[in-house]
């Protein structure tokens, strides 16, 4: 048995004496597996203690004095180190150590390998054409915008259905408001924009138009100001939208992305974690930070991940990229590209560490199964889910496609 050199006896969690671990099962497992620790003083709030696997904290379910039940946290580590924090301390069990077990894959949500249409139905009756831009809500629901047949459809899993909500315009890469009951979209050489509102049963309609025309391909939302929308226009301008006023949306413009030549794309997100946009650059194979001033008023663009057209992982000054498209961010911050003419998926961590997570490098094809064995055909649209999956327009495979990194 381990036992803290607690600071004081009567601190949380050590009301009868000293807090002590005796042990923990399993010592095995992956995300979401149930774990007790068993041992002594640990209390009975829940709120006044904290646990560990390495740096990850659990998510607890009950505590009693001797024991404590919860769910293992995602990625810990190989093995992890189990750590409990009270209010005044921390203690560390040093008999064994729990092992993480990686469960990952590559499935096919919807769609039929190489088979482009447009059928609405089942999720495995469903055929799709050339999807490009995707995003889920927290009710599991798939939206994707069907590119060749100007199709934005609707993926229930819970129901397991599509539905396509309107036809005829030519949609791009959406984004939800905070609560994800709202979603946005601009449209392709267009001036409107649009929204679909779960409380309307996601029925179009029309919000404004901006006072700036031309190609917008993508929509980001800083969610501590919420009066704001923001865009970039294939020249380069980098965009905020007043959602305030009715009918003319008036647009400022607060930065500048580099344009290389002719028109091109540019997929925003926004990262709550450090709270800095992203843009991927097709264009110049690069990933752009955005640092948004606290009035809004202005923006500072740098160059962030790519040093030229390729494919390399490695720190952000050193990586390489192949048309990057869809742009996400994962629970922890990571960002999460689509490297649409590598055929893979890619991450960037906030420390500057850039990694193929999915997909064969520089290889086309369709294989479900172990993230580094299976293949995509020009993945364009991410979007990740609030139990961290991360769903993928595979454009020419006219599929999507679930990454599961469990």
């Known amino acids: 048995m381990f036992t803290s050199s607690c600071k004081d006896e009567n601190s949380v969690g050590s009301t009868n004496g000293t807090t002590s ?4 099962y399993p010592d095995s497992g992956g995300i979401a597996t149930k774990f007790i620790i068993t041992g002594q003083n640990f209390g009975t709030d829940l709120k006044q203690i904290r646990v560990y696997f390495n740096e990850k904290q659990a998510k607890l379910l009950q505590i009693k004095d001797n024991a404590i039940y919860g769910l293992v946290p995602k990625q810990p580590g190989d093995e992890s180190v189990i750590s409990v924090v009270t209010q005044d301390d921390s203690i560390s069990f040093p008999g064994k150590k729990f092992k993480y077990n990686i469960a990952s894959s590559v499935t096919t949500v919807s769609g039929k390998a190489k088979e482009a ?10 055929t799709f054409n050339l999807p490009r831009y995707v995003g889920v809500d927290n009710e599991d629901n ?10 934005l459809r609707l993926l229930s899993q819970k129901e397991n259905r599509t539905l396509t909500l309107t036809s005829q315009l030519s949609l791009s890469q959406p984004v939800f408001s905070a609560d994800k009951r709202v979603l946005y979209f601009t449209t392709d050489n267009d ?9 309307t049963q996601w029925i179009l309609e029309r919000i404004g138009k901006y006072d700036n025309a031309g190609y917008h391909h ?7 100001n919420p009066e704001y929308i923001f865009t970039r226009k294939n020249s380069g301008p980098f965009l905020r939208i007043n959602l305030n006023k009715p009918n003319i949306l008036t647009t400022k413009t607060i930065g500048d992305i580099k344009q290389v030549s002719g028109g091109q ?6 990262n709550p974690v450090d709270n800095h946009f992203y843009c991927a650059n097709n264009a110049d194979n690069m990933i752009y930070k955005i640092k948004v001033a606290d009035d809004y008023n202005s923006a500072t663009v740098i160059p962030w991940a790519g040093s030229g057209v390729g494919w390399a992982d490695g720190p952000v000054d050193q ?3 192949n048309y990057p498209r869809g742009i996400a961010v994962d629970l922890e911050g990571n960002i999460i590209v689509a ?11 906030l420390d500057g560490i850039v990694t193929t997570i999915a997909g064969t490098p520089r290889s086309a094809g369709y294989v479900d199964g172990l993230p580094a064995q299976a293949k995509f055909n020009q993945p364009t649209g991410v979007a990740v889910d609030r139990n961290d999956m991360i769903y993928i327009a595979d454009q020419n495979n006219h599929c999507i496609r679930k990454l599961a990194i469990e």
């Open 21 to 24: 671990i005796d042990n923990f």
């Open 117 to 126: 249409g447009g059928v609405d139905g089942t999720l495995a009756q469903a």
């Open 142 to 151: 798939i939206f994707v915008v069907d590119n060749q047949i100007y199709k």
């Open 191 to 199: 001036q409107y924009l649009f929204k679909f509102d779960a409380e």
């Open 218 to 224: 993508s929509l980001a939302m800083d969610p501590r």
């Open 265 to 270: 794309n540019g997929h925003l997100v926004f």
């Open 319 to 321: 990586a390489k990229f």
């Open 339 to 349: 490297d649409q003419n590598n055929h893979c998926i890619r991450k960037i961590s």
